[in-house]
């Protein structure tokens, strides 16, 4: 199935058919708009000439930091989000041979996936269940018990970035957050 979060093509391919670039984008979603977020792999890549996680983990530190800072940087924290890169490649490469796409095809259950989630660099327990939802409703990956692992993410509707498949189920999912942040802030 091809991802549509960018609204860029060659972006958009890149997470298509590079597991690790999904598993990156969804890392690099925090404090970022999600769209350039998702946008962060192919600019590595226009830079680094590679996304793959071997030679993203041995490249040298201060150099990929600094491909990583250049305008149009890949987040709004691009030093820290480089060294944070390097260390998910590294972990792709020690525990699953290079191939992200094990973490989820290899996953004994939902629980299992959300656990192997959870236990990488830059994801937290909501960060883990959004990623949960995205690999079963955009790739179709879905061991049992998946809906109880993403939770409310698993329900159909415009939560997250993985409801996102074009630009207008993108405004919708802002749409949805911006309408819990205002009911959060109310009840505040």
Not at 155 to 172: E, H, I, M, N, T
Request: negative net charge.
């Amino acid at each position: 199935m091809a991802i549509h979060i960018t609204d860029d093509a060659a972006a958009d391919e890149l997470l298509s058919s590079n597991p690790f670039a999904l598993l990156v984008g969804m890392m690099l979603d925090q404090q970022y708009p999600m769209e350039h977020a998702f946008m962060g792999p192919q600019k590595v890549v226009s830079r680094f000439g590679s996304f793959d996680p071997a030679a993203i983990a041995a490249a040298d530190p201060e150099e990929f930091a600094a491909l990583c800072s250049t305008t149009p940087a890949i987040h709004r924290f691009p030093g820290s989000m480089a060294a944070r890169l390097q260390e998910l490649a590294r972990i792709v490469v020690d525990q699953y041979d290079g191939d992200a796409s094990r973490l989820w095809t290899e996953a004994a259950d939902g629980k299992d996936l959300l656990k192997r989630i959870q236990a990488l660099p830059g994801f937290g327990a909501q960060k883990a269940k959004i990623f949960t939802a995205l690999v079963a409703k955009q790739l179709d990956v879905r061991p049992t018990g998946w809906e109880k692992a993403a939770g409310d993410y698993a329900l159909d509707g415009f939560r997250s970035v993985a409801d996102v498949v074009d630009p207008v189920s993108l405004q919708k999912v802002r749409d949805h957050k911006k309408a819990a942040k205002a009911a959060a802030k109310a009840k505040a």
